[in-house]
C-alpha cells in the first residue's frame, strides 16, 4: 500500500517537477534573481541603516555626519533595489540568450533598450525614464520583455546561422558579429515601437504602470495572502520528500511574488509608511526553513538530545556545521528524509505550523514585519534579528526552533522503534 | 588529467563531498581533477569536462546535459542518494573511477 503510493508519486509528480525544474525560461528567471541578490542585499542593508528604530543610535549618526546622514545610504538603495527591473531585463536577457549558445552580452543589450522603449514617457521637460517604475513593481514588464525580445533575436540569429553557413563570409569575425547583429536588431526595435503606438491606440501611455495594476498587483494580493504562502511551503516540501531541490524549482515564482513584496516594505520604512506585507523572501528563508528546507535544525536538535542511534548522531555531527548555514542535503539523503514515509509528517508539518506560528506572530504585531534581505545561508537567529531590525526576530526563531523540536521528537522515537 | 564535476545547486552541498573524494584520491594516488559547480556555473566553466556528476536534488537536470553536452566527451550521471546523503567519498569516487573507465579502490 506504501510502496504503490510512493511509486505513484515517482511517476507522476517527478516528472512534473523535472519539467519545471529544468524549463529554459524558468531557469533564466531563477539565474537572474541570484545573480542580483548581492546588489539587493546591500541595498536592503543600507536602508537598514538608515531605519534603525533605535533613537540613541539615530541621534548618533545625525551627530556624527550631520543631519544628512541618510542620504549616502539612500543613493546605495536607488542603485540597487530601486532599479531592481532594469537589472532583471539584463540579467534574465543574458541568462536566457547563453542557454541558447547565442552571444549573451548582445542580447542583454538589446532586451535593456527594448525595455527603456517600452516604458519611456513624454513629460514636460521631453522624453523621461520613470524612475518610480524601475523597482519591483516593473518587475513583471521586465520579464516578459526580456523574454520576448530574446527571444525574437535568439530566433533570427539562428536562421541568420544557417544562411551564413552556405556563403562563408570575407569579413573579420568581430565584424561579421556585430553586422549580422544589425537584422534582428532593427526587428526588435520595430516590434517594441509599434507595439508602443497600437498601446497607445488604446489609450495605454504608461505600460508599466497598466500591466502593474491589471496583472501584477493582484497576482501580488494573492501572494500575500496565509492560503497561498502554505500551498507554496507544501508543494515545496513535496517536491523536496520525491527527492527534488523543492525551494529552487520553486524559486522564479518565490522571487518574481515574494521579492516585489519585501521591496514595498523597505520602501514604506524609508517613508515613513506603514509596513504592508508579512510574506516575504526573508520571511520564509529565516522563520521557516532554518537548518534548511523542513526546518531540520529542530531534527538534528532532537537527535542531539534523545537518540541513541550512533547512526543518527554520526549523521547529526556530520551535518550540523552546513546546517548552521541553513544547508541540509546530506540529512535529507543521508537519514534519509527523502521517500520516507515516518519523516513525510513532520517534515512537511513543520515548516506548515511555523508559516503559521510566524504570521500570527507578526499579525499580532509581536515581530515587526520584515524589512530586509540577508543571503539565505545566514545562520538562524542572527537573521531574524537583521530582517526585522528588531531581537523579537530572533525570539520567533528560537519559539519556532522549539515546536520545531516538539514535532520531530515522536517521529525520532518511532523511526527508532521500528528499526529495533 | 581527466577533469570531474560535482553539480548541486548552490555548490555547497557538493563541496564537502569533493574535499572528501579529493583526500581518498591523494592518499591513493588517483591523478584526477575534482570540482564542485553551482549549476549555474556550470555553462561557462572553461576546462574541458570529462564526467558530470549531478546531486539527487537535481537529477532533472539529465535531460538539459544531454541537450547541451550531446557533441562533447563528456559523461554524467547522478549520484546515489545514500551515499550523497552521508557523504561517502570513497562510494562516489569508486562510482566516477568506475564511469572513467579505471580501476576503483
Known amino acids: 500500500m506504501l510502496n504503490k503510493f510512493m511509486r505513484l508519486m515517482e511517476n507522476k509528480f517527478v516528472p512534473v517537477a523535472s519539467k519545471l525544474g529544468s524549463q529554459r525560461h524558468l531557469i533564466a528567471i531563477r539565474d537572474a534573481f541570484i545573480s542580483i541578490m548581492p546588489l539587493a542585499i546591500i541595498g536592503s542593508l543600507a536602508i537598514l541603516i538608515n531605519n534603525f528604530p533605535i533613537r540613541a543610535y539615530q541621534n548618533f549618526m545625525a551627530f556624527l555626519f550631520g543631519p544628512e546622514w541618510t542620504s549616502f545610504s539612500n543613493y546605495i538603495y536607488s542603485g540597487t533595489f530601486a532599479i531592481m527591473s532594469l537589472l532583471i531585463v539584463f540579467s534574465i536577457s543574458y541568462n536566457l540568450a547563453d542557454s541558447y549558445d547565442t552571444d549573451p552580452l548582445l542580447a542583454a543589450l538589446i532586451s535593456f533598450s527594448a525595455f527603456i522603449i517600452t516604458i519611456i514617457q513624454s513629460g514636460k521637460d521631453g522624453l523621461t525614464i520613470p524612475f518610480q517604475w524601475l523597482d519591483a513593481s516593473g518587475l513583471l514588464v521586465a520579464i516578459l520583455v526580456a523574454i520576448l525580445a530574446t527571444e525574437i533575436y535568439v530566433k533570427m540569429m539562428n536562421i541568420i546561422k544557417l544562411k551564413k553557413q552556405k556563403e562563408e563570409g570575407t569579413m573579420s569575425p568581430i565584424l561579421n558579429r556585430y553586422f549580422f547583429a544589425l537584422i534582428p536588431t532593427i526587428m526588435i526595435f520595430l516590434i517594441f515601437s509599434l507595439m508602443r503606438i497600437v498601446f497607445a491606440s488604446f489609450g495605454i501611455e504608461n505600460i508599466i504602470e497598466e500591466i502593474y495594476r491589471l496583472i501584477q498587483l493582484p497576482l501580488m494580493g494573492l501572494a500575500n495572502n496565509l492560503g497561498t504562502a502554505l500551498v507554496i511551503v507544501f508543494i515545496g516540501h513535496f517536491f523536496w520528500f520525491l527527492g527534488l531541490h523543492g525551494t529552487n524549482i520553486l524559486e522564479p515564482v518565490i522571487q518574481a511574488l515574494y521579492l516585489p513584496a519585501l521591496q514595498e516594505n523597505i520602501q514604506a520604512v524609508n517613508n515613513n509608511l506603514a509596513v504592508p506585507n508579512i510574506f516575504t523572501k526573508p520571511f520564509f528563508d529565516s522563520f521557516v526553513y532554518m537548518g534548511g528546507s523542513g526546518t531540520t535544525i529542530s531534527l538534528l536538535i532532537v537527535i542531539y538530545l534523545f537518540s541513541n542511534s550512533k547512526r543518527k548522531r554520526d549523521l547529526m555531527k556530520l551535518s550540523s556545521t552546513q546546517s548552521v548555514f541553513n544547508i541540509n542535503e546530506p540529512i535529507l539523503y543521508g537519514l534519509p528524509i527523502v521517500m520516507s514515509p515516518i519523516y513525510l509528517i513532520p517534515f512537511i508539518f513543520t515548516p506548515l505550523i511555523l508559516t503559521l506560528s510566524s504570521y500570527f506572530a507578526i499579525l499580532t504585531g509581536l515581530v515587526p514585519k520584515t524589512i530586509a534581505m540577508v543571503p539565505w545561508g545566514t545562520p538562524p537567529i542572527i537573521s531574524g534579528f537583521l530582517i526585522t531590525g528588531s531581537i523579537t526576530g530572533s525570539l520567533l526563531q528560537i519559539f519556532n526552533i522549539f515546536i520545531g523540536i516538539l514535532i520531530y521528537f515522536p517521529f525520532v522515537k518511532i523511526a527508532e522503534r521500528i528499526k529495533e | ?105
Do not use: H, W
Request: proline share 1%; aromatic share 4%.
Open chain 2, 1 to 105: 588529467m581527466e577533469n570531474v564535476v560535482l553539480v548541486c545547486t548552490a555548490g555547497m552541498s557538493t563541496s564537502l563531498l569533493v574535499s572528501k573524494m579529493k583526500k581518498i584520491a591523494a592518499e591513493n594516488n588517483i591523478q584526477i581533477n575534482i570540482e564542485a559547480l553551482a549549476q549555474s556555473e556550470l555553462k561557462n566553466y572553461s576546462k574541458k569536462i570529462d564526467l558530470i556528476l549531478l546531486g539527487p536534488q537535481v537529477k532533472y537536470l539529465l535531460n538539459n546535459l544531454e541537450r547541451d553536452y550531446q557533441n562533447t566527451q563528456a559523461k554524467f550521471a547522478v549520484i546515489d542518494s545514500i551515499q550523497y546523503g552521508t557523504l561517502n567519498g570513497k562510494a562516489v569516487l569508486n562510482q566516477v573511477l568506475t564511469l572513467l573507465d579505471k580501476k576503483v579502490i
